[in-house]
Structure formats: structure tokens, C-alpha cells
């Protein structure tokens, strides 16, 4: 099976580019507190915490 690759350029107002901009920025905090709370489990519990576990306990 061959893999395509498609880029779309997009050309946002002024609004919808400060919002594309909160969410990159939200979507990089999360990321980094979830590295964050890895390395930390880690290096304190020496337990490794894997992708499920972290979105077991971000739901409950």
C-alpha cells in the first residue's frame, strides 16, 4: 500500500489565527506536562508510565 502525503496551506483571518495560536499553545503545555509527569514518575517511583495510564487519570 502506497502512503500519500497532502499539504493544505491555510490563510486565517485575524481571529481565526489567534485561536489556531491558543490552541497550538494549550495543545504544547499538555504535551509537556504529560513528559513532565513521566519523567517524574520515573525518576521518584522508578515506574514507567505508559499513553493508557495518563489518559485513565486525566479522565477521572
Known amino acids: 500500500m502506497e502512503t500519500r502525503r497532502v499539504t493544505f ?3 486565517p483571518t485575524k481571529s481565526q489565527e489567534k485561536k489556531l495560536h491558543y490552541w497550538r499553545r494549550m ?3 499538555l504535551y ?3 513528559l513532565y ?3 517524574t514518575q520515573y525518576q521518584r517511583l522508578n515506574h514507567s508510565v ?3 495510564e495518563q489518559q485513565v487519570r ?3
Do not use: E, M, Q
Open 58 to 60: 486525566i479522565v477521572r
Open 9 to 11: 496551506r491555510l490563510y
Open 37 to 39: 509527569n513521566r519523567k
Open 27 to 29: 495543545h504544547k503545555d
Open 32 to 34: 509537556n506536562a504529560a
Open 50 to 52: 505508559d499513553y493508557w
